[in-house]
């Protein structure tokens, strides 16, 4: 019995003993610089158990990470720095031989946000540092914010995901978030190449911004229009082609409740009106409605002009604007649409949606269609405005050549303002005329 007694109790000392010696690991360290923060990532084994403190005397300022028992399993002769915030990540003397000590070291005094995160999306736990601060120069071929020239139409471009968020992955592992940042980037240079627009992209690199900030940051910049960019996926390869999404009824009238709470984002989304207090709030419900259901028609109006255009060089998917109640459609300031640019879960589509001559064929369509939308409703105040086209309806005996000469303008100029891809034209077609060149 003894003999038996002293066995259990060895066991039951083995079982204590597992947990204690047990490590946690880090399998993987990931960087995201953007504008203005870099986000560390730590992929993790297990949930992380870890502690910090700062250095701050002297330069470069130290962020120093202790994590309770764990290996490091990277190399970290692999990582290389691609922020200009963080300078390099190193080990340091450990507290103890079961643990592992991380330095990362600031160029910038900072103050660190740090969460541990569980398994989702694809990844396991993580221990996630966010340190605010400019951390990646803007891309010379996007505005900023203050390169922005007052009065020409603005169009907020918004490449989806982004960062550690890869959004949908094709069958030949094409991320989706590399598709539609390569799409964004050539419809900004053929917007910003349009004497009447200007193009401001929502993220220019690859980094991730919070869904809800996205049409926030449009409406800082009181944009004309918001354009999301992504491509969609589905469980089976079949589905394919691009469709158009707009703001639904209920989660317009959702938003309009949270927006009249805020008073920051209220006076943006009044552009200017001051919001009226107390017993005059009403006003403020009914301006915001008014913009609300502007916003909505316009669109609508703007989604079908470019389905238009997109139903010439692609598959359509859906070929009406749909209605959805989607995180990025939340702005009651300016009309907004989310393209779906094709199906990358489609392995053809996949294929198209990776190559670069595809790419343009897909921002020329978009910009043609925004341009045209512009042109049918231009903003007061702007070129487009100013330029406002003549219409002509064709009668017997008129050609293109007739008319260029009529309105002292050119053939060329008529077939590109009305996108006509020959000269012939038929009796009763309406025309849109060009300024004189």
Do not use: C
């Not at 990358?344 to 341009?371: D, M």
């Amino acid at each position: 019995m003894q003999r038996l007694i002293a066995v259990l109790f060895s066991l039951m000392l083995v079982g204590f003993a597992v947990p204690v010696t047990a490590k946690n690991t880090i399998d993987n360290i990931r960087m995201w610089p953007s504008p203005d923060r870099t986000r560390v990532v730590f992929d993790m084994g297990e949930e992380p158990a870890y502690s910090y403190f700062q250095l701050n005397q002297s330069h470069p300022y130290r962020l120093v990470v202790d994590f309770t028992q764990t290996d490091l399993k990277f190399n970290l002769d692999r990582f290389e720095s691609n922020s200009l915030l963080v300078k390099t990540i190193r080990t340091s003397t450990p507290q103890n031989a079961n643990s592992t000590r991380l330095v990362i070291e600031l160029n910038k005094l900072i103050e660190p946000v740090i969460q541990s995160l569980g398994p989702q999306g694809g990844y396991g736990h993580r221990l996630v540092i966010d340190l605010p601060g400019q951390s990646l120069k803007r891309d010379s071929a996007a505005l900023s914010a203050e390169d922005l020239q007052e009065r020409k139409v603005t169009v907020a471009i918004d490449a989806g995901h982004g960062g550690e968020d890869p959004g949908s992955i094709g069958p030949r592992g094409t991320y989706e978030k590399d598709v539609v940042l390569k799409i964004a980037r050539a419809l900004a240079s053929m917007i910003n190449s349009d004497p009447g627009m200007q193009a401001y992209l929502i993220r220019s690199d690859d980094y991730y911004v919070d869904l809800n900030e996205r049409p926030r940051k449009a409406e800082r910049i009181n944009a004309d229009l918001f354009v999301s960019i992504h491509a969609d996926a589905f469980v089976t390869p079949q589905p394919r082609g691009a469709s158009i999404w707009i703001l639904s009824n209920r989660r317009a009238t959702s938003e309009m409740g949270r927006l009249l709470e805020n008073k920051e984002r209220l006076s943006d989304v009044l552009a200017g009106v001051e919001p009226a207090a107390n017993e005059q709030e009403f006003l403020n419900e009914t301006l915001v409605s008014m913009k609300m259901d502007h916003a909505m028609l316009s669109g609508y109006e703007a989604a079908t002009q470019v389905l238009s255009e997109l139903g010439r060089i692609t598959k359509m998917h859906k070929k009406d604007p749909q209605h959805a109640s989607l995180a990025v459609l939340t702005s009651t300031a300016m009309p907004s649409m989310l393209v779906e640019t094709g199906f990358i879960s489609n392995p053809t589509e996949e294929q198209l949606l990776a190559s670069n001559q595809h790419q343009q064929k897909l921002a020329r369509a978009i910009y043609q269609g925004v341009r045209g939308y512009f042109m049918r409703r231009p903003p007061d105040g702007t070129l487009f405005a100013k330029n406002r086209a003549s219409r002509h309806v064709v009668r017997s005996g008129e050609s293109l050549s007739i008319l260029a000469q009529r309105y002292n303008t050119s053939v060329r100029a008529i077939k590109s303002h009305n996108n006509l891809d020959s000269s012939v034209i038929r009796i009763g077609q309406v025309l849109e005329i060009p300024s004189p060149e």
